[in-house]
Structure formats: C-alpha cells, structure tokens
C-alpha cells in the first residue's frame, strides 16, 4: 500500500509539475503596462474641455505653464460659476482613439480644488460612454489644495452599469472602451465656489496579447457558470434517474473546469 501511495505521489507530483509548464507558456504573467495615451499639459490644455456648470459658459479651460503636479510642468484649471450641475473634464477625440485596448490596464490623473470645501457631495467620479452604455465609477476620495494622484484599473471590479445599476461586466466594459466616445473626470467637489485644477492624465494597457487573453478567460468563466445553472435547472426538471447520474457528472466536469478557469484569471489577470 505505501509503495504504491509513493507511486501514486510520484505521479501526482509529475502531472503538476506539467501543468504547472503549460500555465506558463500559454499564459505568461501580465507583462509591463503600455502607455496608450498621456496629457502633462505643458504646452496646453491638448483639446481637454469642461462641461457642466462652468463660469462664463466657457468649455475651454485656463492653461497655466508652472505649478502642475510635478512642480515644472503646466497644467489646467476652471472656475465654478455655482449655479448648479457637475463640471467634468472632458477627454478630446484623439484621446479617446488610443483607448480601444485599454481593457486590463490602468489610468491615473491629478486633481486640486480650491475651496472652503463646507458643503461637499456625492456624484459620478469617473464617466465611460460608448455603444449606448453609460459606466459609472466612484474612487471615493475628494482632493484638497494640494495636488491629490488617482490611480484606477480598466477592470469591471468598481465600475457600474449607470443605466442598470449592476456591477458592469467584462465583456461591457471592453465594448464600451472599443466604442468609446466620452471619457470624463469629475472636477468639482463643493456645492459653493471652487476653482478646480486637472494635471498628468495617462492610460495604460496591458499589451494586446495579454488583454485578448484575460477578456477571453472571463468570458469563458461566463459562459461556465452559466453552463453550471442550465445543467442544475435541467436537474430539478427531470425525473428520469440515469438521465439525473449524467447531468451530475457533467456539472462536475463543469465546475471543475470553471476552478481552473479561476485560478488562471486570479494568477495571470
């Protein structure tokens, strides 16, 4: 009996070792983040607008040449003209073009405000639209008169679907990303007067390969679990027991398959 638990070890062992190998040349770990679109707004505002409840109707924001995030660099900024509304910084188009493949990668910015900061609120932080999908994001910090950096990833994990409410889902957000046609940062905190300043915008991927490989492990996590809920109703609906036998052992080999198919997102993506 222990020889053949030392065999049947040995065994165990070697099957890990190749799969282990395998893993590894199919899905190679995430590899450096690409930048796909940056503003450091040195030279101008780079076709960035405002819209909302802007001072003087003016989508165009003020450029300051000194004093960024980075102390040497330029920046831009807006006024609050406190009439109501929700002033966001807007991406330009060319912006938006670089965005396509963004999915798995990340975006960072600086933010300042200007203000007694008496009367804060709650909205919208962060707005994606494309396709007809509006997706909604909330990073939950508010900047002060210092420069404040926002870092966030291109995941579904925090984004929600504006119309739906629901947590938005993998295949979602790539679609809105690949039709993208507004990006927006919120701007302004304070119910009251504010002057709200907007500095290093960037956008990473992940690579194309990377990205492909992580949307398509998601989606076929999908595909599983929904698989599993099928074979489980199909379960309740029969009655025939050798039909019930075959069901089981399908979920299982379902279920399985679904646990590598996680293992792999959680490691890799």
């Not at 190998?21 to 503003?39: F, H, I, M």
């Not at 001072?55 to 165009?60: A, Q």
């Not at 925090?158 to 295949?171: D, Q, S, V, Y």
């Not at 990303?177 to 992940?206: C, Q």
Request: proline content about 2%.
């Amino acid at each position: 009996m222990s020889g053949r638990f030392s065999v049947d070890g040995m065994r165990l062992g070697l099957v890990a070792a190749v799969a282990l190998v395998v893993l590894l040349a199919v899905a190679s770990p995430v590899q450096a983040k690409e930048l796909l679109a940056k503003s450091t707004f040195d030279e101008g505002s780079e076709g960035w607008k405002v819209v909302g409840d802007v001072r003087g109707s003016s989508e165009k924001p003020n450029h300051h040449k000194n004093g960024g995030a980075n102390k040497d660099g330029g920046y831009i900024s807006i006024e609050d003209d406190v009439l109501g509304g929700t002033m966001y910084w807007r991406a330009p188009k060319e912006f938006l073009s670089k965005m396509a493949s963004a999915y798995g990668g990340r975006f960072y910015f600086s933010l300042r405000q200007h203000s007694a900061m008496e009367r804060p609120y709650d909205a919208d932080d962060m707005i994606l639209e494309g396709g007809g999908v509006t997706l909604v994001y909330d990073h939950g910090f508010i900047p002060d008169g210092s420069w404040t950096s926002y870092e966030a990833a291109f995941t579904e994990e925090g984004w929600i679907n504006k119309a739906t409410g629901a947590p938005a889902t993998a295949e979602e957000l790539d679609a809105v990303l690949r039709s993208l046609s507004v990006f927006a940062i919120r701007a302004e905190y304070e119910a009251g007067e504010d002057v709200d300043d907007l500095d290093d915008v960037a956008v990473t991927g992940t690579g194309d390969d990377d990205a492909a490989f992580c949307r398509k492990q998601k989606l076929k996590l999908q595909e599983q679990t929904q698989k599993i809920d099928k074979l489980t109703r199909l379960l309740r609906e029969v009655d025939d027991q050798e039909t019930k036998t075959r069901l089981r052992k399908k979920r299982r080999e379902v279920k399985r398959e679904r646990r590598t198919t996680r293992d792999v997102i959680k490691e890799l993506c």
